[in-house]
């Protein structure tokens, strides 16, 4: 039942929602000048394959979910760039250290049940000169919205495969040991204050 969720229903339902506009802007504005030897990790449905900038030589794409893998299929045929799709977790992957330019997340560090050792990979297979792109949601600076949201990730994690609202990604990409280049802050439009509040930016190893 659980696998029937997450590989068949859960997909169709995280694609049609991660279109909505103010994600879609987001996206553009992260990614347009990512460039190099791409890995990009909880690649879901391939939503981001259009935003990125011509600089880019080649994306491995990262995610351990069949069912996302299967929708991300069209898009990754209309690609500008070769596209290599990997069955994977985040936590462990089969890749070079110092080996690429890029690591992007979007809305993904929300969902690695182990984010800490995930981000210490991401760290591990960048160049000394590579940069981790991403755009999350996560833990809100309104005390009463974060007490929400800590009480409703339990079920949130059942709904939503496995997505924490309570994440603190500022912190958590520093804690791993990245420095931000730039690092902005937004209420996502049209979205339940309990997702809303966004982490967008890049860091360097
Ligand atoms: C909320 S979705 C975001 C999908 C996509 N990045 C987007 O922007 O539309 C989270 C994604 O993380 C993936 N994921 C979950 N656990 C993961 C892990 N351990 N390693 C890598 N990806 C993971 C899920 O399968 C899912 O595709």
């Not at 981001?48 to 991300?72: C, I, K, Q, W």
């Not at 979007?106 to 792109?133: F, H, Q």
């Not at 990409?173 to 997702?195: D, M, R, S, T, Y």
Request: net charge neutral.
């Amino acid at each position: 039942m659980k696998t029937l969720y997450s590989q068949k229903i859960f997909p169709v339902i995280l694609d049609h929602v991660m279109q909505f506009d103010s994600l879609m802007a987001a996206r553009k504005k992260l990614l347009t000048d990512v460039a190099g030897d791409v890995v990009e990790v909880g690649f879901g449905t391939g939503l981001n394959l259009p935003f990125y900038g011509e600089g880019v030589l080649s994306l491995t794409a990262v995610d351990p979910n069949p069912g996302m893998n299967r929708l991300a299929e069209p898009r990754i045929a209309q690609a500008k760039f070769p596209v290599m799709h990997r069955q994977l977790s985040a936590e462990k992957m089969p890749f070079e250290t110092d080996s690429v330019d890029a690591v992007v997340s979007t809305w993904t560090l929300c969902s690695i049940p182990d984010v800490n050792a995930a981000l210490a990979e991401m760290r591990r297979i960048l160049k000394p000169t590579g940069s981790l792109y991403l755009v999350e949601h996560g833990l809100s600076p309104n005390r009463q919205l974060a007490k929400w949201q800590n009480r409703l990730t339990p079920v949130q994690k059942v709904v939503a495969d496995g997505c924490h609202l309570n994440r603190d990604i500022k912190k958590i990409v520093e804690e791993a040991g990245f420095e931000w280049v730039q690092c902005e802050h937004f209420n996502a439009q049209k979205l339940p204050n309990i997702f809303s509040w966004m982490t967008l930016g890049h860091a360097k190893k």
